[in-house]
């Protein structure tokens, strides 16, 4: 037979077998390009086994192959001089040098942007090139894990294995690496070993193996991380790439994990992305970097939407998406009618679906819209929640039929605003609402009434720092010329429970001291603590002291105390002190603007700079939303609803 019979003969032969499968195994093939010899191997390969298993396997992986992507990792080497160094680092100290991480990489990323050499290249899509060997390891590999752990053999269904343990990708973007034979020599038996312990304390003993990982929210911000291993050279950054290094680990052992995250938070900025452990029928949700005392947050609280603590707040999710390897095509990104710059960025990837009510009790709002608002040629509508810098972040779809439109599965104790979406715009129209647990619905329509306010925050205080704060109360301000305080003198006592912000006091004291300090009988924290004297009337000269403290307190004895040491006998006339703080008080000599929100658009009520601790605003209008901005400093602002003299946050 000469080569072209041959090829012909191939042909046909490709031809004939592509119509043997269902069609969504024909639709990829269709997709495939050259690449279709490749995913037929896989198909023949398990036929010829006979391992109808497998089989199904490989189907669910040819099938949603489509839209599975990586990016081209050729101009990776251009940054690897950064994995290196921080493994460099962590070689010689045990621990990386974050400001050298960043100088270098700030460096990096003016002579060769991440965008210009990784983000905009033609992505790589699976489909063209995944080889059949790579696909059969794969399958193999996952499939011998899942049926040898004895934790999930007989407690993971076929279905949960192909969508949650089977896929060597659950990120998209990400390089093809052959991370399951890396991870399965690093914790080879891990589950064999420790079975029949609880499953949680099995995962809690894999997880506290990678406990030198930490988080580290501005640590080289943007470097492109697309391969595990020059994370594990790294081993800090932001829960995006955690969450995604987690699922290697814990998917190479045959046990499912999933990353989901929230778009953007109901009641805060940003958004968040952590792990979840699917088993027995429960979702173990848990942050994806190892914290002491935390067992990896096993949360049972998030499920009903009203978690809240000291620390994290209120924690409120308006939606939970899922990163998925397989194909979810819905709302407008299945709408031939509708132009891809006309849907939000969150809804144009099919990698994902929908698992709020995994997480909380939601609710199928419906909402009314006035016709004439419809901008022509628009078939849906979003609901959004703030984000940061007054900007309205759309977490959720609803088709419009007629004048209504159903929002499915959102969360509560949120307000939303309505909007369309167009030309990559958000366009608010109506008023925003909050939906309360119920389901009612509260609308904040500005009036033509107002009033004058008082305002101290642009953001709610964390309880626990209040909580701190408080313990101030009571504190002496004492001074001395000795360092351990044997002599000392008290000047004030600080007789007032100090909010999150700076506090001047005056001191008047006719004789020089070198050390100063706050005593108090409960364990307190100080934020900072500094020193001046008033030498003339228009002149204060503020001093240079180092920032002391107490030993550590014992249970028999909590007597803590800060101070300052100012090298030298001097004379003071006024102590500043602040509580530990997120600066999101007003702060005196800073610049502010005041907006209130009018269907949805955000309309200022003027500048002003801070003279003191509050900002005095006339002629407010009532039952409407109010935001603050600070225009010198800082991201973290938040809308609130001002009533009887405060300040209620949303």
Request: net charge positive.
């Amino acid at each position: 037979m000469n080569n072209k019979k041959a090829m012909l003969y191939f042909w046909i032969l490709l031809l004939v077998s592509c119509h043997k499968y269902d069609v969504e195994i024909r639709n990829a093939l269709e997709l495939s390009g050259k690449n279709k010899g490749e995913l037929i191997k896989v198909l023949e390969y398990y036929k010829k086994e006979g391992d109808s298993m497998k089989l199904e396997a490989a189907k669910f992986l040819i099938s949603n192959l489509p839209y599975n992507y990586s990016y081209d990792t050729t101009n990776l080497k251009k940054y690897r001089i950064i994995p290196l160094m921080a493994k460099s680092q962590w070689e010689q100290d045990d621990s990386i040098d974050p400001n050298k991480l960043n100088k270098l990489w700030d460096s990096l990323k003016i002579i060769s942007p991440a965008h210009t050499y990784i983000y905009s290249k033609p992505v790589q899509e699976d489909i063209k090139f995944v080889t059949s060997k790579f696909l059969i390891k794969n399958i193999d590999d996952a499939y011998n894990s899942w049926r040898n752990n004895p934790y999930a053999r007989d407690s993971v269904s076929f279905e949960d294995f192909c969508e949650y343990i089977l896929p060597y990708r659950h990120i998209q973007g990400k390089a093809l690496e052959n991370w399951r034979d890396f991870f399965k020599s690093e914790n080879e038996d891990h589950f064999k070993d420790l079975y029949p312990i609880p499953f949680t304390k099995a995962c809690d003993s894999l997880f506290g193996q990678y406990k030198t990982y930490k988080f580290n929210y501005e640590l080289t911000e943007g470097l492109p991380i697309l391969k595990f291993k020059d994370f594990m050279k790294i081993k800090s950054g932001k829960c995006t790439v955690k969450s995604w290094f987690n699922t290697y680990i814990v998917n190479t052992e045959g046990i499912p994990m999933v990353v989901d995250f929230v778009p953007a938070w109901g009641n805060k900025e940003d958004n968040h992305q952590w792990n979840a452990l699917l088993y027995g029928g429960r979702t173990l949700y848990f942050e994806s970097y190892w914290e002491k005392g935390h067992s990896w947050f096993y949360n049972p609280d998030i499920n009903n939407n009203k978690f809240e603590d000291d620390w994290s707040g209120k924690i409120r999710l308006p939606k939970v998406y899922r990163h998925t390897f397989s194909t979810h095509m819905e709302g407008p990104i299945s709408d031939k009618r509708i132009k891809l710059e006309n849907i939000p960025q969150l809804f144009r990837n099919v990698k994902q679906k929908d698992v709020s009510n995994d997480y909380f009790n939601t609710i199928n709002l419906s909402h009314e819209i006035t016709k004439e608002k419809i901008p022509k040629n628009t078939y849906y509508a979003y609901l959004s929640v703030l984000g940061v810098n007054k900007r309205w972040v759309p977490v959720q779809w609803g088709k419009i039929e007629g004048n209504m439109v159903i929002f499915n599965k959102m969360g509560t104790d949120i307000v939303y605003q309505p909007i369309f979406y167009k030309n990559g715009r958000t366009i608010p129209f109506g008023t925003p609402f909050h939906l309360d647990h119920n389901g009612n619905k509260k609308e904040f329509i500005p009036g033509n009434s107002t009033s004058d306010v008082v305002i101290k925050r642009k953001y709610p205080a964390k309880k626990g720092l209040e909580k701190d704060a408080k313990r101030i109360k009571g504190s002496l301000i004492q001074a001395s010329n000795n360092r351990d305080f044997r002599d000392a003198v008290t000047i004030e006592q600080i007789d007032f429970e100090p909010e999150l912000r700076p506090y001047e006091i005056p001191l008047n004291i006719k004789k020089k001291y070198r050390y100063f300090r706050i005593l108090s009988r409960n364990v307190i924290t100080i934020k900072e603590i500094k020193l001046s004297y008033q030498e003339s009337e228009n002149k204060e000269i503020q001093l240079e002291g180092n920032f002391i403290t107490s030993s550590p307190s014992t249970e028999n004895d909590s007597t803590t105390w800060k101070g300052i040491d100012l090298k030298k006998k001097q004379y003071v006339s006024k102590i500043t002190f602040a509580p530990p703080n997120n600066l999101n008080h007003v702060l005196k000599g800073l610049n502010y603007e005041l907006f209130y929100v009018d269907k949805g658009v955000f309309v200022s009520l003027g500048q002003q700079k801070a003279e003191d601790y509050e900002l005095k605003y006339k002629n407010v209008p009532k039952n409407g939303l109010l935001y603050l901005k600070c225009l010198d400093e800082g991201r973290q602002e938040r809308i609130f609803e001002y009533k009887n003299g405060e300040q209620i946050w949303y």
